[in-house]
Structure formats: structure tokens, C-alpha cells
């Protein structure tokens, strides 16, 4: 069993930044992968980022590459996301969730077990 608990959103004018972490609770957070999703208002959760359970390996969706990077600390149970350059269409309920991949990491977020209450992020132009 794995607990998150998101923190680091809020209100932050366009271009700029913001960073979020996830802490996790349990002693098996180091062999979980590690990702974020975000969910706008009628929109479908989306994948933001994913690192694997070393942090050696990092995922991201094309059209975020670039302005976001995912991070993890494993002896402080916790994973991050930095957020540049933020425009308005980032707003959204920030995600963290905790999954299991023999092989290639997945976006979808059907693959993630455990997740977090999500931390709202709000990017004003």
C-alpha cells in the first residue's frame, strides 16, 4: 500500500513557475515508477510525466517536453515536477501516481495504482 499526498500548487501568472512534490508513505516507494497526470475541467486525465523507480529514466509527452521535468528522491520518499514557462491551458488538478512496469513505462493512467488527492494549479494570463 502507498499513500500520496500532493503539495506545491496555486495560482501563478503565465510564464512562470512552479514546482510540485508528492510525498509517499511506505518503504517500497523506490521500486515504484512514479508519474503525474492532470485533469482540466471536462477534460480527460492526461499524462504529464513518468520516472522510473531509480530516477535514471524519464517519460514525457511531446508537448511538454521542455517545460517540465520529473524528478524523485528516494530517500525522502518523494517525487517532484517542475513546472517553466507555465501558460494558462496548464491549469489543472495536478496528479501524482505510483505504479508497477515489467517493461516500458506507460501514460495511461489505468496503469498507476495508487494516487494521490491532487493539488490545483491555476495559470492566469
Known amino acids: 500500500q502507498v499513500q500520496l499526498v500532493e503539495s506545491g500548487g496555486g495560482l501563478v501568472q503565465a510564464g512562470g513557475s512552479l514546482r510540485l512534490s508528492c510525498a509517499a508513505s511506505?518503504?517500497?516507494?523506490?521500486?515504484?515508477?512514479m508519474a503525474w497526470f492532470r485533469q482540466a475541467p471536462g477534460k480527460e486525465r492526461e499524462f504529464v510525466a513518468a520516472?522510473?523507480?531509480?530516477?535514471?529514466?524519464?517519460y514525457y509527452p511531446d508537448s511538454l517536453k521542455g517545460r517540465f521535468t520529473i524528478s524523485r528522491d528516494n530517500a525522502k520518499n518523494t517525487v517532484y515536477l517542475q513546472m517553466n514557462s507555465l501558460k494558462p491551458e496548464d491549469t489543472a488538478v495536478y496528479y501524482c501516481?505510483?505504479?508497477?512496469?515489467?517493461?516500458?513505462?506507460?501514460?495511461?493512467?489505468?496503469?498507476?495504482?495508487?494516487w494521490g488527492q491532487g493539488t490545483q494549479v491555476t495559470v492566469s494570463s
Open positions: 511506505g518503504r517500497t516507494f523506490s521500486t515504484y515508477t
Open positions: 520516472v522510473n523507480w531509480s530516477g535514471g529514466n524519464t
Open positions: 501516481a505510483a505504479g508497477r512496469f515489467l517493461g516500458t513505462v506507460g501514460g495511461n493512467p489505468s496503469q498507476y495504482h495508487y
